[in-house]
């Protein structure tokens, strides 16, 4: 894994947005939800992925802006379905996804790097 670069994948959702009625992708605001999907991508990639969440209901100064995250930014937060998925700070799905999805947008990823 020497020499591998860090893949940082960032969640960004909004829990005061409307949901799904359906099962629509992964349950983000799960807490026990996000530590399985962290625990199966370090199982899967080691080190190599790290995994951020952000909810925007939460509290905490700066909005999006407050996550340094210049895509957003640029394109502006109305422009995005929620949840929000980026490799490295660039937008790479909008709205919902599941697992599967997610770990193909990481391989490409690696794909890509290497």
């Not at 629509?24 to 399985?36: A, H, I, Y």
């Not at 991508?41 to 909810?55: A, E, P, S, T």
């Not at 995005?80 to 990823?109: C, H, K």
Request: charged share 30%.
């Amino acid at each position: 894994m020497a020499g591998q670069k860090l893949i940082r994948i960032t969640i960004v959702d909004d829990s005061r947005g409307e949901k799904c009625e359906g099962r629509c992708g992964l349950d983000l605001s799960s807490p026990e939800e996000r530590q399985d999907m962290a625990e199966l991508l370090r199982k899967i990639y080691g080190d190599r992925v790290q995994l951020d969440y952000h909810d925007l209901g939460d509290p905490f100064p700066g909005g999006v802006e407050g996550l340094h995250l210049p895509a957003l930014e640029e394109a502006g937060s109305d422009t995005w379905q929620f949840p929000l998925l980026l490799v490295n700070g660039r937008p790479r799905i909008s709205g919902y996804f599941d697992l599967r999805l997610m770990q193909n947008v990481i391989q490409a990823e690696i794909e890509m790097t290497e």
